[in-house]
C-alpha cells in the first residue's frame, strides 16, 4: 500500500473555526490532490499540487486553501468553515499527471463535522 | 468538460453470481484512461481495474473484467462470482489529457453480495 497518512481522521469543529488537515506521503510522489466525498457526488477535487509550492484550483475550490512546503506534505486549510464544507476529504498522490501513471494512491480520508 | 455517468445508484447480487456495473462518460479527448474504484465500509479507494482507451482489449483482473465500448462511450465492470467481501461502492473515473489534468468520478454504485 501507498504510504499516505492523513490526519487527522476524524473531527468535530463549530461554524467559523479555521480547520487544517494534513496529508503526508513517504513516496516521493510529485503530484499531490484534495478531494472531498458526498453523498450523490462522488469525488471532486478541491486542490491538487504539482510540486512544491506548486497547486492549483479544482472543480469546488471555493472556501478552500492549499499548501506544500515539503513535497511529502499537503495541507488543506479552511479558513472559516461553514457547515456546507461537512464532508469526507481524501488525499491522494500520484507519481506524475498522466495517464498510465494514474491511478492515484489514496488515503484512508478524514471526516469532517461542522457544526 | 469531461462528465462520468453511472446510473444504478444501488444494485445487489447473490453470492456467486456475476453482475455488471454500468458506466458511461464524456471527452473531447483521443487519448484517456479509464477506472473503476472500490470504497468499502472502511472508506478506502482501492483501484479494482483500468483501461487505456487507445487499447482495444478489454482489461481483465482476476474476477473484474470490464466491457469497454468506446464508440458508445461506455465502460462497464463485470464481476464474476461475487464475494461478500465484493460489497462496497463502486466509482467509474476517467482520466484525460489536454488541459483538464484531472480525474472525474462518478457518483458511484452502491453494490451489495447477499449470502
Known amino acids: 500500500d501507498a504510504g499516505i497518512t492523513q490526519s487527522p481522521r476524524h473531527k468535530v469543529t463549530e461554524t467559523g473555526t479555521p480547520v487544517t488537515l494534513r496529508c503526508h506521503q513517504t513516496?516521493?510522489?510529485?503530484?499531490m490532490y484534495w478531494y472531498r466525498q458526498d453523498p450523490g457526488h462522488g469525488l471532486r477535487l478541491i486542490h491538487y499540487?504539482?510540486?512544491?509550492?506548486?497547486?492549483d484550483k479544482g472543480e469546488v475550490s471555493d472556501g478552500y486553501s492549499v499548501s506544500r512546503s515539503k513535497t511529502e506534505d499537503f495541507l488543506l486549510t479552511l479558513e472559516s468553515a461553514t457547515s456546507s464544507q461537512t464532508s469526507v476529504y481524501f488525499c491522494?498522490?500520484?507519481?506524475?499527471?498522466?495517464?498510465?501513471?494514474?491511478?492515484?494512491?489514496f488515503g484512508d480520508g478524514t471526516r469532517l463535522s461542522i457544526l | 468538460a469531461q462528465t462520468v455517468t453511472q446510473s444504478q445508484p444501488e444494485m445487489s447480487v447473490q453470492e456467486a453470481e456475476t453482475v455488471t456495473l454500468s458506466c458511461t462518460y464524456d471527452t473531447s479527448e483521443s487519448n484517456y484512461y479509464l477506472f473503476w474504484y472500490k470504497q468499502p465500509p472502511s472508506r478506502q479507494m482501492i483501484l479494482v481495474i483500468r483501461q487505456e482507451a487507445y487499447k482495444q482489449q478489454n482489461a481483465t483482473e482476476n474476477r473484474f473484467s470490464v466491457n469497454f465500448q468506446k464508440a458508445a462511450k461506455s465502460f462497464s465492470l463485470k464481476i464474476s462470482d461475487s464475494q461478500l467481501g465484493d460489497t462496497a461502492m463502486y466509482f467509474c473515473?476517467?482520466?484525460?489529457?489536454?488541459?483538464?489534468?484531472?480525474?472525474?468520478f462518478g457518483k458511484g454504485t452502491l453494490l451489495t453480495v447477499n449470502p
Open positions: 473515473a476517467l482520466f484525460s489529457g489536454g488541459s483538464n489534468y484531472k480525474l472525474t
Open positions: 491522494a498522490i500520484s507519481a506524475d499527471s498522466w495517464g498510465p501513471n494514474q491511478p492515484q494512491h
Open positions: 513516496e516521493n510522489h510529485r503530484y
Open positions: 499540487s504539482y510540486g512544491v509550492k506548486d497547486t
